[in-house]
């Protein structure tokens, strides 16, 4: 019996030639739950597949399913006179958020345009340049608990953002990003 084994060349950033016998593209929320759950909670999530090196050669594949999240989705949740709340898929490619921020007038991210990732990355390492840091702007995240098998909203607060950390960095595989709440302020004029 020959088994396909699949190049995850495309999915990371450096061009690395690494293999698995199992790929997901994640597109919707509802799959989530199944993919792990069949998966019996081990698998390798990539949003962008920047800022990892995967080694993984022909003769030795990853083993457990590799999961892409493509969850993706920009909506404005609340238009107040001076401040929007926007909810962002975690499948969303890092700068393109960013240039949409800008074009928009939402201001908080200017100085983290950029960066290579998804938005579904940003809150674990809790990504910063010039003196701002995503955790200025993120309200809240909204992720699958692999654990408690249960989509849970955690706040701000909870993320326990510190300089380049947060509560996600030594838990990834516990969570699974779905979509970030980010609170901007308006741009009044651009210099």
């Known amino acids: ?14 061009g690395l030639n690494a293999y698995c016998k199992s790929l997901e ?3 919707k ?6 993919l792990i759950k069949d998966s019996n909670d081990k698998f390798i999530i ?22 892409i999240n493509r969850l993706k989705g920009i909506t404005v949740r609340k238009n107040l ?13 890092w700068n393109k958020f960013v240039l949409w921020t800008l074009e928009n007038k939402f201001g908080g991210l200017e100085c983290l345009a950029g960066i290579p990732g998804s938005v579904g990355a940003a809150p674990i390492q809790n990504i910063g340049a010039y003196g701002s840091e995503v955790c200025d702007v993120i ?17 701000n607060k909870d993320c326990d953002f510190g300089y380049r950390t947060s ?9 699974f990003f779905i979509k ?7 741009l009044l004029s651009f210099y």
Request: charge should be neutral; charged fraction near 20%.
């Open 139 to 155: 309200e809240s995240v909204y992720v699958y608990d692999v654990k408690r098998n249960l989509a849970i909203s955690i706040s």
């Open 1 to 14: 019996m020959t088994q396909n084994i699949l190049n995850l060349k495309r999915f990371n950033t450096l």
């Open 25 to 27: 593209i994640l597109e």
């Open 180 to 186: 970030l709440y980010h609170n901007f302020c308006r």
């Open 29 to 34: 929320e509802q799959d989530i739950k199944t």
């Open 81 to 93: 006179k001076q401040k929007v709340i926007v909810r962002c898929g975690a499948g969303e490619n």
């Open 46 to 67: 990539l949003g962008e597949g920047s800022n990892v090196i995967l080694d993984a050669p022909i003769e030795s594949p990853f083993e457990v399913p590799v999961f």
């Open 167 to 175: 509560v996600f960095r030594n838990q990834t595989l516990s969570f």
